[in-house]
């Protein structure tokens, strides 16, 4: 079945480093792609997206390629904050298959950032 | 927009009690999704509705459980004769058809059964 592998944390980075989140995924169909984030206390939220081959996706920073030929959907951003701490979770919704579109997560990766 | 709510945000019951969590969307979305969420991993799907009709449901979901939505808006899910492994955080989720499946999150019911 369809699934997500992200790399495991927790990840630790000194503020204004460069952060790279590696997300790989197995789809059957052609899958949209998502990043949300959680941060400490609240409930999911959307980051970005994209929704088919080579479309980028980026918000407040952060970005993500859609590379089917390596079934990748790394996360980066140039300039990490303290207030980035968070836990990432990569995502797909394949849209075909018969699937009604839910999510699949992978694990999650924690991110800290020190100032 | 009030985004997604989700209530009560905290439940602690005994085991083989009933529970029941209800959700209310994105006024204007008309799908909603509920997931399950354990500690170290990522949101795992339960069911899924579009407007008042339960399209799909996991194999996680047990005959304990059931989800209904109406009249396609607020959705409740119960479980019956909890059980200890029922602790989790239960997420309900909701979108509107042609966005892409962008998904919006609520807060989440954090179960404990004790």
């Known amino acids: 079945g369809d699934s997500v592998t992200q790399m495991e944390g927790p990840v630790t980075l000194s503020e204004e480093a460069f952060l790279t989140i590696n997300c790989t995924y197995t789809?059957?169909?052609?899958?949209?792609l998502f990043w949300y984030v959680q941060y400490p206390g609240e409930g999911l939220q959307l980051l970005l997206k994209a929704t088919k081959a080579d479309d980028k996706g980026s918000n407040k920073g952060f970005e993500a390629t859609y590379r089917k030929e390596t079934t990748s959907f790394h996360l980066e951003k140039g300039s990490v904050q303290v207030s980035d701490s968070a836990v990432y979770f990569c995502?797909?919704?394949?849209?075909?298959?018969?699937?009604?579109?839910?999510?699949?997560f992978g694990k999650g990766t924690k991110l800290s950032v020190k100032p | 927009d009030t985004g997604v709510s989700q209530n009560p945000r905290h439940k602690i019951t005994k085991r083989g009690q009933n529970v029941t969590f209800r959700c209310d969307p994105i006024?204007?979305?008309?799908?909603l999704y509920w997931y399950r969420q354990t500690l170290g991993q990522g949101p795992e799907f339960l069911t899924y509705f579009q407007n008042e009709a339960q399209l799909e449901k996991s194999r996680l979901l047990s005959d304990r459980f059931s989800a209904e939505r109406p009249k396609g808006s607020f959705s409740t899910l119960e479980i019956q004769r909890t059980e200890q492994g029922d602790s989790a955080m239960y997420l309900c989720a909701s979108s509107l058809t042609g966005t892409g499946n962008e998904q919006y999150f609520g807060p989440g019911t954090r179960l404990t059964v004790t």
């Open positions: 995502a797909l919704s394949d849209r075909g298959g018969g699937s009604q579109g839910n999510l699949i």
């Open positions: 789809a059957t169909g052609y899958p949209s």
């Open positions: 006024s204007e979305h008309n799908r």
